[in-house]
């Protein structure tokens, strides 16, 4: 059984009952994603193009959200996208791993037509606005792997800010 | 028990049904991958898209996955844009049926998809399984589907209603007629004798009469009245659809019986006018994964002996979690649509030894407009 | 790594659930960990008098409200058993045992353990079993407070 709570001991009415629970999976990452996590290992974001509507999606998940039909072509995207929004964090929380505050926000990088979320830094929070350019920053080659933590975040990088009408069909 | 229904009853049917190939692991496809060529076919096999849909409803469950909200990342696989009247239900998608069938009743849509989707693969099935049970008085032992259904086959035996080699029979015959069964993953041909010589798993069960551990997806589209008509020659009409569940305190139930089948088989009006006959249908796709249920589905469904009961091979054949119910009433309703069958009977279970049950009544003509089946 | 092998990882849910168990289930629990087993007073649909082990807060049957909690067992009688030739992860014993629907002295209903019988011959329905305690200061307000259930005539 796993560690936490047990029952409390007590001499009066039993209130409580420990009913822990942990179930191990195991997780695949099915084709799409497992394409585009082999990308983040060698330093690229790829994404899947859908053959229907054209629409670019990264990360890819195999199928079309608004066609329901299966992305086919992959397409590499390069490192610099736009801001569509984002938030400062300020609040802690059980698991948290970055100093707040901190600045979570949307990217969306050139070439997609979904923003996903990511870490901003090199700012400070007080001067994060939507449309700022930025870019990736990745860890070293050889600390490169099959996770998102090969990108350890993204940074302004000082292009002028991109017109609002530009990205606000993906707010 | 509840009446014969005399409600008028809007004729539904099904008109379309796919499944995949039941397979031990599809473990290069996640769910939704796994789902799309499935949501595929079901469309395609009728010339209709996401667009000619009223409704879609689902069924699956994120134990199965680890993950919650995972049904939400499987509607990728239907394309839900422009927004769309959805629906899930954590439940075989037997149950997801009878959710667009009750919404189908009140005239607005005419047509939704069903489907449904489980991978048992990642993990220990027989682990997640005693989530679903009384977290105080039963999950804390974790007993394991199979202890439980073997408590029930034991009760069978005791009260002289089976034997071990019915039991044997069940899963001989099955398995022989998945053999015609492109989607079947267990089918082999061995007679009783030898599967009596099986070890025994948890006594009185042995090896033979559990189900398989399955990955696979299913889909069926439902049409209304002329709608179905349009869309199918030959639809598999809805005469009747009901579900009812029991106690979940094992100790305070009849194991040897299953009176929320026949519960749910009145309300589904398959005993007709004449209350207490001998049900007489063509074919009938019983959900019993372990072979000494479908002795206890059969009594209360009164099915006469000259039934064919899973010529599929069941889910002794194929058992995906959250599928193989639905994959029932596909079975029965592929009969009736190819014309191999007039009148058919489609059971679904769910939770330990047939807690709670699903009986769908099909057949080829509709049921009569003003009443009830 | 092949560009068509598909990556997996292993994933793990746990949780440290702590439930609150109201009046029923908790005074259950209680008697458990002082050595007693209750059971709730009811009603069958015709009225007759009917004891509900372990106790819910409605009847199963009739769903109505249950009543005072009695003392039922320690002893009962197996209505159907299981053999668990290869117990799996935290189930109740680690060597083979039967499950066993137990229909305790006193009670209408049964409820589920494991019977620790050594082999399968020494068990059939009908046969009479009693509880084993674990000892009083392991005993926290919880089902397994009774360690599994033993043949009634081999109890020391």
């Not at chain 1, 400062?88 to 791993?97: A, E, H, L």
């Given at each position: 059984m796993?560690?936490?709570?047990?029952?409390?001991a007590?001499?009066g009415?039993?209130t409580?009952?420990?009913?822990?629970?942990?179930?191990?999976?195991e997780?695949?990452?099915?084709?799409?994603?497992?394409?585009?996590?082999?990308?983040?290992?060698?330093?690229?974001f790829?994404?899947?193009?859908?053959?229907?509507?054209?629409?670019?999606?990264?990360?890819?998940?195999?199928?079309?959200p608004?066609?329901?039909?299966?992305?086919t072509?992959e397409?590499?995207?390069?490192?610099?996208?736009?801001?569509?929004?984002y938030c400062?964090?300020?609040?802690?929380?059980?698991?948290?791993?970055i100093?707040?505050?901190?600045?979570?926000?949307?990217i969306?990088?050139?070439?997609?037509?979904?923003?996903?979320?990511?870490?901003?830094q090199?700012?400070?929070?007080?001067?994060?606005?939507?449309?700022?350019?930025?870019e990736?920053v990745?860890?070293?080659?050889?600390?490169?792997?099959?996770?998102?933590?090969?990108?350890?975040?993204?940074?302004?990088?000082?292009?002028?800010d991109?017109?609002?009408?530009?990205?606000?069909e993906?707010? | 028990?509840?009446?014969?229904?005399?409600?008028?009853?809007?004729?539904?049917?099904v008109?379309?049904f796919a499944?995949?190939?039941?397979?031990?692991?599809e473990?290069?496809?996640?769910?939704?991958?796994?789902?799309?060529?499935v949501?595929?076919?079901v469309?395609?096999?009728?010339?209709?898209t996401?667009?000619?849909m009223?409704?879609?409803?689902s069924?699956?469950?994120?134990?199965?996955?680890?993950?919650?909200?995972?049904?939400?990342?499987?509607?990728?696989?239907?394309g839900?844009w422009?927004?769309?009247?959805e629906s899930?239900?954590?439940?075989?998608g037997?149950?997801?049926?009878?959710?667009a069938?009750?919404l189908?009743?009140?005239?607005e849509?005419?047509?939704a998809?069903v489907?449904?989707?489980?991978?048992?693969?990642?993990?220990?099935l027989q682990?997640?399984?005693?989530?679903q049970?009384?977290?105080?008085?039963?999950a804390?032992?974790?007993?394991?589907?199979?202890?439980?259904?073997?408590?029930?086959?034991?009760?069978?035996?005791?009260a002289g209603?089976?034997?071990?080699?019915?039991?044997a029979?069940?899963?001989?015959?099955?398995?022989?007629?998945?053999?015609?069964?492109?989607?079947?993953?267990?089918?082999?041909?061995?007679?009783p004798d030898?599967?009596?010589?099986?070890?025994?798993?948890?006594?009185?069960l042995?090896?033979?009469?559990?189900?398989?551990?399955?990955?696979?997806?299913?889909?069926?589209v439902?049409?209304?009245?002329a709608?179905a008509?349009?869309l199918?020659?030959?639809?598999?009409?809805?005469?009747?659809?009901?579900?009812r569940?029991?106690?979940?305190?094992?100790?305070?139930?009849?194991l040897t019986?299953?009176?929320?089948t026949?519960?749910?088989?009145?309300?589904a009006?398959?005993?007709?006018t004449?209350?207490?006959a001998?049900?007489?249908?063509?074919?009938?796709?019983?959900?019993?994964?372990?072979?000494s249920?479908?002795?206890?589905?059969?009594d209360?469904?009164?099915?006469?002996?000259?039934?064919?009961?899973n010529?599929?091979?069941?889910?002794?054949?194929?058992?995906?979690?959250?599928?193989a119910?639905?994959?029932?009433?596909?079975?029965?309703a592929?009969?009736?649509?190819?014309?191999?069958?007039?009148?058919?009977?489609?059971?679904?279970?769910?939770?330990?030894c047939?807690q709670?049950?699903l009986v769908?009544?099909?057949?080829?003509e509709p049921?009569?407009?003003?009443?009830?089946? | 790594m092949a560009?068509?092998?598909?990556?997996?990882?292993?994933?793990v849910?746990?949780?440290?659930?702590?439930?609150?168990?109201?009046?029923v289930?908790?005074a259950?629990?209680?008697?458990?960990?002082?050595?007693?087993?209750?059971?709730?007073?009811?009603?069958?649909?015709?009225?007759?008098p009917t004891?509900?082990v372990?106790?819910?807060?409605?009847?199963?049957?009739?769903?109505?409200?249950?009543?005072?909690l009695v003392?039922?067992?320690?002893?009962?009688?197996?209505?159907?058993?299981?053999?668990?030739?290869?117990?799996?992860?935290?189930q109740?014993?680690?060597?083979?045992?039967a499950?066993?629907?137990?229909r305790?002295?006193?009670?209408?209903?049964a409820?589920?353990?494991?019977?620790?019988a050594?082999?399968p011959?020494?068990?059939?329905?009908?046969?009479?079993v009693?509880?084993?305690?674990?000892?009083?200061?392991?005993r926290?307000?919880?089902?397994?407070d009774?360690?599994?259930?033993?043949?009634e005539?081999a109890?020391p």
């Open positions: 796993t560690d936490g709570p047990a029952t409390p007590t001499d009415p039993v409580k009952l420990a009913t822990p629970i942990r179930i191990e999976y997780y695949t990452a099915g084709l799409a994603q497992s394409r585009f996590l082999k990308g983040i290992a060698e330093g690229k790829l994404g899947q193009r859908c053959p229907a509507c054209g629409k670019v999606y990264v990360p890819p998940r195999g199928s079309c608004t066609d329901g039909v299966a992305t072509d397409v590499q995207l390069g490192n610099t996208g736009t801001v569509t929004t400062v964090v300020n609040v802690p929380f059980q698991g948290q791993s100093e707040i505050p901190y600045i979570c926000a949307q969306l990088l050139d070439g997609a037509n979904i923003a996903f979320m990511g870490l901003i090199e700012i400070p929070t007080d001067q994060i606005r939507m449309g700022m350019r930025v990736a990745w860890v070293d080659k050889d600390q490169l792997g099959l996770s998102m933590a090969s990108v350890k975040y993204f940074r302004p990088n000082g292009e002028p991109a017109p609002y009408e530009s990205f606000q993906y707010l | 028990m509840s009446p014969a229904p005399t409600r008028t009853v809007r004729p539904v049917a008109v379309s499944q995949s190939k039941s397979v031990r692991r473990d290069h496809r996640n769910e939704v991958e796994m789902l799309m060529p949501v595929t076919e469309f395609s096999s009728i010339g209709v996401k667009n000619d009223g409704f879609v409803c069924g699956s469950t994120d134990y199965l996955v680890g993950a919650p909200f995972s049904f939400v990342s499987a509607l990728d696989a239907v839900v422009p927004p769309m009247r899930h239900v954590e439940m075989d037997a149950w997801a049926l009878y959710e069938w009750t189908l009743q009140e005239g849509i005419d047509t998809l489907y449904c989707f489980g991978r048992s693969s990642p993990s220990d682990r997640i399984l005693a989530l049970l009384d977290p105080y008085y039963m804390p032992m974790w007993p394991d589907p199979v202890a439980l259904a073997a408590l029930q086959a034991q009760a069978l035996i005791d209603k089976a034997t071990e080699r019915d039991f029979a069940v899963a001989a015959r099955s398995r022989r007629d998945a053999l015609g069964n492109p989607n079947a993953q267990v089918a082999k041909d061995q007679g030898e599967l009596l010589g099986d070890d025994y798993v948890v006594a009185p042995r090896r033979h009469a559990l189900p398989p551990v399955t990955d696979g997806a299913a889909a069926i439902l049409a209304a009245g709608r008509e349009a199918r020659e030959r639809p598999a009409w809805i005469t009747g659809i009901d579900h569940i029991e106690t979940h305190a094992l100790g305070a139930r009849d019986t299953s009176s929320s026949r519960a749910a088989a009145e309300g009006g398959l005993f007709g004449s209350g207490g001998s049900v007489a249908v063509d074919v009938a796709e019983l959900h019993t994964p372990f072979a249920q479908e002795i206890i589905v059969r209360a469904l009164r099915l006469a002996d000259s039934v064919a009961v010529p599929s091979g069941g889910a002794l054949a194929a058992n995906a979690l959250m599928v119910g639905l994959v029932r009433i596909g079975e029965a592929a009969r009736i649509m190819d014309g191999s069958a007039s009148r058919a009977v489609a059971h679904a279970t769910s939770g330990p047939l709670q049950n769908c009544a099909l057949a080829a049921p009569a407009a003003g009443g009830g089946a | 560009d068509s092998e598909v990556l997996r990882a292993p994933h849910l746990e949780y440290p659930y702590l439930r609150s168990v109201g009046p289930i908790g259950f629990l209680t008697g458990l960990r002082d050595g007693h087993i209750l059971g709730a007073r009811s009603q069958s649909p015709d009225g007759a004891v509900i372990p106790p819910t807060e409605y009847d199963p049957t009739t769903g109505r409200d249950v009543g005072e003392e039922v067992g320690p002893s009962g009688v197996v209505t159907t058993w299981a053999w668990a030739s290869a117990p799996r992860k935290d109740p014993l680690d060597r083979p045992f499950w066993a629907l137990v305790l002295d006193g009670a209408d209903t409820m589920l353990h494991a019977v620790d050594g082999a011959g020494a068990m059939a329905s009908g046969m009479r009693t509880a084993r305690w674990r000892a009083p200061g392991e926290v307000g919880r089902l397994l009774i360690e599994c259930f033993v043949p005539a109890a």
